[in-house]
């Protein structure tokens, strides 16, 4: 039976993408590629304030301090925090999400399979998880992705397979892919060519957090390349913001900004609703 590290596991509302306002089971494994420390700051400039944060000072997830700058589910990827992440079967896994769940069975919910990064290596231990007999009723999954991983020859024919299996089983890929706001490298983000290949095997689309007119700006960029690769799905705009201050800021004019040039908003329902808080 395989194992996976879990960060959080929970039941909320989708906030963002395409499925916004499903019932979701939100499944955040441990570990990320990157660290996105340059969110909300001046650019150039990358964020210490989860670094200042000490882990021996918390228990649980739920208790951890929220940032308004830097990646906000920075616990989930700074080995520093991994003691909050446990190493969890797939058994335990499967009896957590029923526990959770209204019915205690698969309805109408979704599994949003997020991270951190969740194509890192954790794609051997998926199968497992989603060929528990708990999980049969399960229709539809998000893979939440920074766009930087392939998929697996292996994994790659087990979603496949998944997929054929019933025709109202659907897989996405919301891929974020991480402007220069972000603090990441360009040539080491935006990988069209990597996130064309998710199209093979579901229904894929890309979402950028955008804070300023230089970030629509490196987003226009960025679509031009991945349209050039190929990619043919949905661009979401997203407005920047872990905290409701600084998502307060912006939102209306990333709406705005979506509006005029033809693309999708993407909210962030997770923070006016839930302040973002852990575990929503
Ligand atoms: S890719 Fe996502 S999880 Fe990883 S550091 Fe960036 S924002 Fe955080």
């Known amino acids: 039976m395989s194992k ?3 960060a959080e596991l929970f039941y909320s509302v989708q ?3 395409r499925y916004m306002g499903v019932p979701s089971v939100f499944l955040r494994v441990f570990g ?5 420390a340059g969110f909300g700051m001046p650019r150039g400039e990358l964020s210490n304030e989860a670094e200042l944060i000490d882990p021996t000072n918390y228990a ?3 208790s951890l301090p929220l940032v308004s700058t830097g990646c906000d589910s920075y616990a989930s990827w700074d080995p520093r925090f991994r003691h909050l992440s446990p190493l969890l079967s797939t058994d335990a896994i499967a009896d957590g999400i029923m526990d959770m769940l209204p019915y205690e069975e698969w309805k109408d919910e979704h599994l ?3 991270g951190g990064e969740p194509l890192l290596g954790w794609q051997r231990a998926y199968p497992d998880l989603l060929d528990h007999p708990k999980m049969a009723g399960l229709k539809e999954i998000t893979f939440e992705t920074n766009g930087t991983q392939r998929i697996t020859d292996e994994f790659k024919t087990y979603l496949y397979n998944w997929k054929k299996a019933s ?3 659907e897989i996405t890929f919301s891929v974020s892919a991480k402007l220069p706001c972000s603090g990441e490298k360009w040539e080491e983000a935006i990988l069209p060519q990597t996130v064309c290949e998710y199209e093979w095997f579901g229904s894929t689309y890309l979402k950028f957090v955008i804070a300023t007119e230089q ?3 490196d987003a226009e960029c960025a679509i031009a390349a991945y349209r050039k690769a190929g990619f ?5 705009l997203m407005p920047v913001g872990g905290v409701e201050s600084v998502y307060a800021l912006n939102n209306r004019n990333v709406a705005l900004l979506a509006m005029k040039h033809g693309l999708r908003y993407s909210d962030r329902l997770q923070v006016p609703l839930f302040k973002n808080q852990w575990g929503t």
């Open 215 to 217: 970030d629509f700006a």
């Open 112 to 114: 949003v399979i997020t």
């Open 60 to 62: 649980d997830y739920k």
């Open 15 to 17: 906030g963002e993408g």
């Open 232 to 236: 043919t799905g949905h661009v979401y």
């Open 4 to 6: 996976l590290k879990v």
């Open 167 to 169: 025709p109202d089983r």
């Open 32 to 36: 990320c590629n990157f660290k996105c």
